[in-house]
């Protein structure tokens, strides 16, 4: 049997990640993994986390199943975090996931289930394994245009012109916040017009927000889901923790449905909860017990708000400083969308024989595509890149 097996392609960025470690230079700088970063390099346990994890060891007296779906008091406290009061929570089915991936996969498996001839309009570029997993699964994408590479903003023309052509029951998956791999995001006018053509073809939106609070804050990261499910008939959101929590390897998401049809939502529920059995039964509990705990406790919430604007101003201070660097080394303002962009990511706009080419001259290691991770960046590191984007004609 297994003499049938095929080679797969290398994961772009697993492969990165292996020939940083393998450069022995001092001054490489790593922009390829996407996982935030202190100025030291590490990806800390945030305070928060730390408190909870203590107060869980001291009261937790097992460790039973919790249920198909999770622990509902986690979902409640991810609802009230993605939607707030925008959606009446009787109109949400929602179930715990292995991470953000999780609640794509089974976002992804509920629209195959549902609709088989569903297509699923996807931003060019998105994130890969959006891509990677439909591929999987044997669905048909339609890319729309989303990236300017003149402007490295968004084509939002292209996009309109693009999602336009979508039919009832196809699906237009979106990036809440912090669009991956660009930095580039539609403003709330931008939006309004987005569900406007949902409404008027029929196409359910499916947002992916997997960086809420690393953008522009906590509400306003929110602001385009929230009204984008208060909008339309029927939705999917797939929401994640790995990054606002740093809980990176506990796995900890949240898929949503909601549908208008309140009567429509057990069977919703039940639907979700039997995708689950049939993936991994029982999702982890570990992290989502902690984002409970932090959600639900005042004093615990509070401090990871805090260390949560920490590090998103820790970002937006990188990218203002490489955007003025690079100015001030190029002479031209062109570079000014990294400012403006928000997230860990932007998409530089090199040629795949730029990086390559600062990969071996410099020791710079992002992916072949142009996108930076900015919390790889330090305040001594921003000058070496940037004197390395000018030096290579980008």
């Not at 700088?29 to 030291?40: N, S, W």
């Not at 406290?77 to 009446?88: F, G, R, S, T």
């Not at 990036?175 to 580039?184: F, I, L, M, R, V």
Request: a negative charge.
């Amino acid at each position: 049997m297994f003499e049938t097996l095929q080679s797969r392609p290398a994961d772009g960025i697993l492969a990165l990640m292996q020939m940083y470690k393998d450069d022995p230079r001092q001054t490489k700088i790593d922009l390829g993994v996407g996982v935030y970063k202190d100025a030291t390099g590490l990806t800390p346990i945030m305070r928060a986390v730390k408190a909870a994890e203590k107060q869980l060891w001291e009261q937790q007296d097992s460790k039973v199943y919790t249920g198909l779906a999770g622990d509902p008091a986690f979902a409640d406290a991810m609802i009230d975090l993605v939607l707030a009061d925008a959606v009446a929570r009787d109109t949400v089915a929602a179930v715990a996931t292995p991470g953000g991936t999780g609640a794509v996969r089974q976002a992804f498996e509920l629209i195959q289930m549902a609709r088989p001839e569903a297509r699923v309009f996807v931003s060019d570029p998105t994130w890969p394994n959006h891509i990677s997993i439909l591929n999987y699964l044997g669905v048909e994408i339609v890319r729309y245009r989303y990236f300017d590479k003149d402007s490295c903003g968004v084509d939002f023309d292209g996009m309109i012109e693009d999602i336009k052509t979508a039919r009832a029951g196809d699906v237009v998956l979106l990036h809440g916040c912090c669009h991956n791999p660009t930095g580039a995001n539609l403003n709330l006018t931008e939006w309004r017009a987005v569900v406007e053509v949902l409404n008027d073809t029929g196409a359910v939106p499916m947002v992916d927000i997997a960086y809420q609070g690393f953008g522009d804050g906590l509400e306003e990261d929110a602001a385009a889901t929230r009204l984008v499910a208060s909008s339309v008939p029927e939705c999917l959101i797939a929401a994640s923790c790995s990054k606002n929590f740093g809980i990176y390897r506990e796995r900890t998401g949240l898929l949503m449905a909601i549908s208008q049809n309140v009567q429509a939502r057990k069977l919703h529920q039940d639907t979700l909860a039997f995708l689950n059995r049939q993936n991994f039964s029982f999702p982890p509990d570990h992290g989502a017990r902690l984002v409970t705990m932090i959600l639900n406790d005042a004093a615990l919430r509070a401090d990871w708000q805090a260390e949560l604007e920490e590090v998103r101003n820790n970002m937006l201070g990188l990218r203002s400083q490489l955007a003025a660097e690079l100015q001030r080394l190029s002479g031209s303002d062109r570079f000014g969308f990294i400012a403006q962009h928000r997230g860990m990511f932007s998409r530089l706009g090199a040629t795949p024989e730029k990086v390559e080419e600062m990969r071996q001259k410099n020791g710079i290691y992002m992916v072949s595509d142009s996108r930076m991770n900015i919390a790889g960046l330090n305040e001594h590191t921003v000058p070496i890149l940037a004197k390395a984007i000018v030096d290579a004609g980008v």
